[in-house]
């Protein structure tokens, strides 16, 4: 069970991109050799697309993949070199926090009386993905900033 937790991200994430794939290539076939798109398909790729971009962005915060340019940084003496890594946290922290949850939250909650068009479904159901991905993006940067202090002290022969 822990592990599924742990790991609940990834296979959202996965199931999400494989639904999106498998959805548009039906309504391919579908609209292209039998002339009969399906109607539902945009909505539902364009709800797994969403979901697949905000919980995909933890599981690839998990794995340290997002794109970081630290040319500059790495020239600079260590003690702005620190400044520039507590700065770096802080934006951080602030973007989760303010523009993911809170203003996520926000979204979601004006999205109550929307719903899709062909199934009728509330847009809320869509746009939790976002505090719901704020959330989760935090909770691994967290784990990685205290990964990166723990091994900031072990190189230093502090721990």
């Known amino acids: ?34 002339n ?26 998990k794995r340290n993949g997002h794109i970081g340019i630290d040319f500059f940084v790495e020239k600079m003496p260590p003690t702005v070199k620190n400044g520039f890594k507590v700065l770096r946290i802080l934006i951080m922290y602030f973007i989760f926090v303010y523009v993911f949850i809170y203003l996520g939250i926000k979204f979601t909650a004006q999205a109550a ?27 691994q940067f967290t784990k990685s900033i205290k990964k990166s202090f723990q091994n900031d002290a072990e190189q230093k022969g502090e721990f």
């Open 36 to 61: 009969s798109p399906i109607l539902w398909a945009e909505e539902v790729s364009l709800a797994f697309y969403v979901w697949l971009v905000f919980i995909g962005a933890s599981s690839t915060m």
């Open 113 to 139: 009386l929307k719903v899709t068009p062909a199934l009728g479904v509330s847009y809320q159901w869509i746009d939790i993905a976002v505090p719901l991905g704020g959330a989760l993006l935090m909770y």
């Open 1 to 34: 069970m822990k592990k599924i937790l742990v790991n609940i991200d990834d296979l959202i994430a996965s199931f999400m991109l494989v639904g999106v794939v498998v959805i548009t290539v039906v309504n391919v076939i579908f609209r292209f050799i039998f």
